[in-house]
């Protein structure tokens, strides 16, 4: 294993725009003994780099062989290289990649419906996985699940809230969401739902015109702060999750809910295969779904105090890299 004088080194190459994650996953590398330097997962690292990637533009990969060749290869070594996402690396940054480094692991939260990049060069790392399920069974991948990033919090489970849904708009789920309180009519309800950029609020107006007027005093154009949408999540007795029809991977929200005591209502079957989601805790409630079906469920675990579960970013950073 290669060292130096300040212990085992790690290249963290993560999407750093993506919410504070980045932050969080050095942070965890630096408590288990790191020394983490960071490279953006595609350069440039801007809003052109972004629609760059999106739009899989070859000079992207290029770019991207360029800077992190020159900022972090050069005269490096790393015990471990992870490479999250990777919208911008090649086979060629690879190959270079891994003359510097024993040990290089990929991982992605992201379905390769939205992310196909990885495909292209998940070959050349040692490890690679995916919290996607059905991008595990289609391509014979391990399943790494994602997290909670709130802290511990010893306090009774408050039930001040019935019902929160704190979701970007994005596909269907204003529809899943009018859906879910319409059939659950609850009066204690807190509903915040973000828009992303006007250019998000015309396409999901167009969308969704008649629903959009309906909840138009709950979309806002700032995400809320995360102190207060973690207060909201633990004095909730349900909260709603809606994944991305072409995602399967449990989301954050969902270990987030499981670490306080939250019972969640999810349009994602994939769901338990996670064990502590459970018939106690969950409720699948798809738009094929019956609505009485919901009704049940509801009635029948409301009062139920769900089990603690907290699944941290350490026990993602073990699964990958130990």
């Not at 094929?288 to 769900?306: N, V």
Request: charged fraction near 20%; glycine fraction near 4%; aromatic fraction near 16%.
């Amino acid at each position: 294993m290669l060292s130096n004088k300040s212990g085992k080194k790690c290249l963290l190459i993560f999407p750093k725009s993506f919410y504070t994650y980045c932050e969080s996953f050095r942070k965890a590398l630096a408590n288990m003994g790191y020394e983490v330097t960071v490279s953006n997962h595609e350069y440039p690292d801007s809003v052109i780099g972004k629609i760059m990637g999106k739009l899989h533009i070859p000079l992207l990969l290029y770019i991207t062989d360029n800077v992190i060749s020159r900022r972090y290869i050069n005269g490096e070594l790393y015990d471990v290289i992870l490479i999250v996402k990777g919208r911008g690396i090649s086979i060629p940054l690879m190959k270079k990649l891994k003359q510097v480094s024993p040990k290089i692991v990929g991982y992605t939260f992201d379905s390769f419906q939205f992310n196909r990049a990885p495909l292209n060069w998940l070959n050349y790392a040692n490890h690679y996985y995916t919290f996607d399920y059905r991008d595990g069974e289609q391509y014979s991948l391990p399943i790494v699940e994602l997290f909670s990033s709130m802290s511990e919090n010893n306090e009774p489970k408050s039930f001040e809230i019935e019902i929160s849904a704190i979701l970007r708009n994005h596909s269907d789920r204003l529809r899943y969401i009018s859906k879910v309180f319409t059939n659950l009519p609850v009066e204690n309800k807190y509903i915040y739902i973000f828009e992303q950029n006007l250019f998000t609020f015309i396409g999901n107006f167009i969308w969704n015109p008649f629903l959009y007027i309906q909840y138009f005093k709950y979309i806002f154009f700032k995400p809320l702060p995360y102190a207060e949408y973690a207060r909201i999540m633990r004095k909730s007795n349900f909260t709603i999750d809606f994944a991305h029809p072409k995602q399967t991977g449990i989301t954050i929200r969902c270990f987030e809910a499981l670490s306080s005591q939250t019972k969640i209502i999810t349009n994602n079957p994939f769901v338990s295969r996670y064990r502590y989601f459970d018939q106690n805790n969950t409720i699948v409630f798809t738009n094929s779904s019956d609505p009485t079906i919901l009704k049940d469920q509801y009635r029948k675990i409301r009062e139920h105090l769900s089990d603690n579960h907290n699944r941290t970013i350490i026990d993602v950073i073990n699964d990958l890299i130990s």
